[in-house]
């Protein structure tokens, strides 16, 4: 036998959301006026939508905070309009309350199915119904606003050069991505949401085993290894940040994985060289292809320049520097222009 929600008490006073907006949808208005006079003293905004049709309409036009809807109507049913409210993005988040008299097993069973949060019976009972609809209007807005400062904080990250998204472990589908992510994937790979470029996912089903496994008792939670991606001059890095949600999802996996992405250039690293030690353009390029590794000889033939040019090069770098060798040269560039550290993947 299926299981009501849990029930609120109906002993305290009942107050309305400060200016929420419910659609109540029923194809018999005597049925609903008591219960349209009680929200309507209580200070609520009320709708009304008589068949299924209005009912999708007026929902997709006011975005109320709940719909109170009939679940046996002519015509689109109540199961129906709950079924394509949530299917559409813009209605999906509003909580739906059925009405039925139906107390069958199956019948409840298909309300929740089809998208309900909860079920009141009737006759109705307004008071019933506004505590328990207080209920999930409440958890309705705490959901949305943590999902918004949530969106606003990676979006944030988008004017720094960051760019993020989300991946869903269970089937490697891209669950959500900032505007400049969606940019540099379509750029990159030639893909967009939810499909995750396959580079991404070989590179997580690497990643997730290892994730699994807790760091031993004492030792330090290491960062996963990064994945960098190269299109010519310019380079795309991925870096496993965390997992969104504290919860495993109803199939025991781990939810989705927030991703954060840079794409970076040597015109980029040569420029930050540039202004870190104030060198001239040819200077920062000799210091970038020496903390490459390169020997003289091999910088003058990348740059057209002989291996003397490439040491008086060096020379001057040294002194701005304020160092003597190669080494501490190459080890202070990688110390104060992040774009240098070694990547991972």
């Known amino acids: 036998m299926i299981r ?21 949808v029923d194809d018999v208005p005597d049925n609903v006026a008591p219960l349209h006079d009680a929200l309507d003293d209580a200070g609520y905004t009320v709708l009304v939508a008589l068949d299924g049709e209005a009912a999708i309409r007026r929902a997709r036009q006011a975005l109320p905070d709940v719909v109170l809807l009939d679940a046996v109507m002519p015509g689109l049913d109540g199961f129906e309009v709950a079924r394509q409210l949530k299917a559409d993005p813009l209605t999906a988040h509003i909580p739906i309350l059925f009405m039925t008299g139906l107390t069958e097993t199956e019948h409840l069973v ?32 705490q959901s949305r606003q943590g999902a918004l400062e949530r969106s606003q904080a990676r979006n944030a990250l988008d004017a720094f050069g960051y760019a993020t998204i989300t991946v869903r472990a269970r089937d490697g589908r891209l669950m959500w991505q900032t505007p400049l992510a969606r940019d540099l994937l379509q750029r990159y790979f030639g893909t967009e949401a939810p499909v995750t470029p396959a580079p991404v996912l070989q590179w997580l089903e690497r990643l ?17 290894p990064r994945l960098t991606l ?68 091999d910088i003058g033939d990348i740059l057209g320049s002989s291996p003397a040019t490439v040491k ?19 080890a202070m560039a990688i110390n104060r222009v992040p774009l240098l550290q070694p990547r991972g993947g």
């Open 312 to 330: 008086k090069h060096l020379e001057r770098i040294h002194a701005k520097m304020g160092v003597e060798t190669r080494t501490a040269a190459a």
């Open 208 to 224: 997730l085993p290892d994730l699994a496994e807790p760091p031993a008792p004492g030792q330090p939670v290491r960062e996963p």
């Open 110 to 141: 298909a309300a929740l199915e089809a998208g309900g949060v909860d079920y009141v019976t009737k006759p109705i009972k307004p008071r019933e119904v506004m505590a328990r609809m207080g209920v999930h209007l409440r958890q309705s807005r």
């Open 4 to 24: 009501s929600p849990a029930r609120p008490s109906f002993d305290a006073p009942v107050a309305a959301e400060p200016g929420a907006v419910v659609l109540i």
């Open 230 to 297: 190269d299109q010519g001059p310019r380079r795309l890095t991925f870096r496993l940040h965390q997992r969104v949600g504290d919860e495993e999802d109803a199939h025991g996996e781990p939810g989705d994985w927030l991703i954060v992405m840079q794409e970076t250039s040597d015109a980029a690293v040569l420029e930050a060289l540039a202004q870190a030690f104030g060198l001239t353009a040819r200077e920062a390029e000799v210091l970038y292809w020496v903390v490459k590794g390169k020997i003289n000889r």
